[in-house]
């Protein structure tokens, strides 16, 4: 089956470092990849929603210039947290639709733990 | 504008007894419906998923049934395993290749 990457698979780093997260399809070919975040005990909430070759589409209250995505390749994207603080320690995942068709499933990566100290 | 609502964990059950997680769902038109599980320490993995009316998805002996008049997409298995111990989060899409919506997750403890 389709399988999704995530690297780190968790990070801690200090106040005010930037991190960078990747998300790889690794058999198929993602024309778009979603990032959400889950807080402990929680669901899953859409950050943002990124199309290859374009710019990524934020929800609201998800402040663009400091979770910057970037989705350069049919195969991956990247989220960076710029300017760390502890509120954004959290589990962030991705998710990638295969290109084309009509299937809507989605495939998670397996997340990534930030605390950030 | 939509969303997913499923029942308030956790659920404790004893291995072999019978599972029910409710989820019902707003939405403008017709959506796709999943379930997802998320074992311990690991990312979402599909569990099953339905994507008009009537359809039943089903694997790993979990059941769901896409019912439009109810808007429900209930979760049942017969006989739980304490291996089935996971968080169970209900969701839908509106369209293909749009992102989902998730429900708040239903945390299932099955003890031996």
């Known amino acids: 089956g389709a399988v999704v990457s995530q690297h780190p698979s968790w990070v801690i780093c200090k106040s005010g470092t930037s991190v960078k997260i990747e998300c790889r399809s690794l058999?198929?070919?993602?024309?778009?990849m979603f990032w959400y975040r889950q807080f402990p005990k929680q669901s899953l909430m859409l950050m943002a929603t990124?199309?290859?070759?374009?710019?990524?589409?934020?929800e609201q209250g998800v402040e663009k210039d400091k979770f910057l995505i970037n989705h350069a390749s049919l195969t991956l994207s990247t989220l960076t947290v710029t300017s760390a603080h502890p509120e954004d320690s959290s589990f962030y995942i991705c998710s990638a639709t295969t290109s084309g068709g009509s299937t809507d499933t989605q495939y998670f990566g397996p997340g990534t733990r930030l605390t950030v100290l | 504008g939509d969303s997913v609502t499923q029942m308030e964990g956790p659920v404790t059950l004893s291995e072999e007894a019978f599972l029910t997680i409710n989820c019902t769902y707003t939405?403008?038109?017709?959506?796709?419906l999943f379930w997802y599980v998320q074992y311990p320490g690991e990312g979402l993995q599909l569990l099953l998923k339905a994507t008009k009316a009537d359809d039943k998805g089903s694997n790993k002996g979990f059941e769901a049934t896409y019912r439009k008049e109810t808007t429900s997409f209930h979760l049942e298995k017969g006989s739980v395993q304490v291996s089935d111990s996971a968080v169970y989060f209900c969701a839908l899409s509106a369209q293909a290749g749009t992102a989902l919506i998730f429900g708040k997750g239903t945390t299932l403890s099955v003890s031996s």
């Open positions: 990124s199309n290859e070759g374009s710019k990524a589409t934020y």
């Open positions: 939405a403008t038109g017709y959506p796709s």
């Open positions: 058999d198929f070919q993602a024309t778009t």
